[in-house]
C-alpha cells in the first residue's frame, strides 16, 4: 500500500484505504455479511429470553464503521435477505424471517448505515466519539429489535424490554469497550 493510499483523508472509512473498484466493493459487501452471519454463531443463551447474548451485533457495528453507510446496509441487507432465505447464519444457525430475534436483524441494517455515516465523519477515530457512536447503533438496534420481540410474542413491551434488552447492556457496554480500544487503534496504525 501506498503512502498516498494509507493516509486517511476526510470523509474516509476504513474500506477506502483499499483500492478502488467494483470488485473491492462487492468483496467487501460479501465479506461483512460473512463475518456478521459467523459472529451470530457465538450464541449464548439468556435465561427467560428468546433472544441469545451472540457477536453479531459487535460483527455488524464494526461492518458499518469500517465499510461506511452504503456499504454496510447493503451487507447487512444480503445478510438478512440470505438468511430469510435459508442460509443458516442468525444466531446459533436459524434462518427464515419472522423469529423472535428478526427485528434485531432489521435495527441492524439501520443501525450499520448511521454508525458508518458517524464514521465518514470521523466518529472511529477517537475513543470517546467511537464510544457515542457504538452506543448510538446499539440504541438503534434495540429501538426497532425489542417492539419486534413484543409483537412477534405477545409480550407486552415491558416485558420484551425486560427479555430482550436488561439483559444484554452489559455485554454491549463490553462490545463498545471492544469498539472504543479496536477502531481508533487501526486509525493509529494507518497514520504511521
Known amino acids: 500500500m501506498s ?20 470488485v473491492r466493493d462487492i468483496a467487501l459487501v460479501a465479506g461483512g455479511a460473512a463475518l456478521t452471519g459467523l459472529a451470530a454463531q457465538i450464541a449464548v443463551p439468556v435465561p427467560h429470553s428468546p433472544v441469545p447474548v451472540t457477536g453479531q451485533t459487535f460483527a455488524a457495528l464494526l461492518v ?18 440470505a438468511g430469510s432465505a435459508g442460509v443458516p447464519w442468525f444466531a446459533g444457525g436459524a434462518s427464515g ?17 448511521a454508525v458508518g455515516a458517524l464514521a465518514r465523519r470521523g466518529a472511529d477515530r477517537s475513543v470517546l466519539r467511537t464510544a457515542g457512536a457504538m452506543l448510538l ?14 409483537v412477534a410474542t405477545g409480550m407486552s413491551l415491558s416485558a420484551a424490554l425486560a427479555a430482550g434488552l436488561v ?19 487501526v486509525w493509529k496504525l494507518v497514520r504511521k
Not at 103 to 113: F, P, Q, R, S
Not at 138 to 148: D, R, S
Not at 167 to 185: E, H, N, R, T, V
Open 3 to 22: 503512502t498516498a493510499t494509507a493516509i486517511a483523508r476526510p470523509g474516509e472509512v476504513l474500506a477506502d484505504l483499499l483500492p478502488a473498484s467494483r
Open 64 to 81: 458499518g464503521t469500517s465499510l461506511g453507510a452504503g456499504r454496510g446496509f447493503l451487507a447487512l441487507a444480503l445478510y438478512a435477505l
Open 97 to 113: 424471517a419472522g423469529g423472535a430475534s428478526f427485528g434485531y436483524v432489521l435495527g441492524m441494517m439501520l443501525a450499520v448505515a
Open 137 to 150: 447503533g446499539e440504541a438503534i438496534i434495540y429501538a426497532v429489535g425489542v417492539p419486534y420481540l413484543a
Open 167 to 185: 439483559p444484554f447492556l452489559i455485554g454491549d457496554a463490553l462490545k463498545a469497550a471492544l469498539a472504543m480500544g479496536l477502531l481508533p487503534s
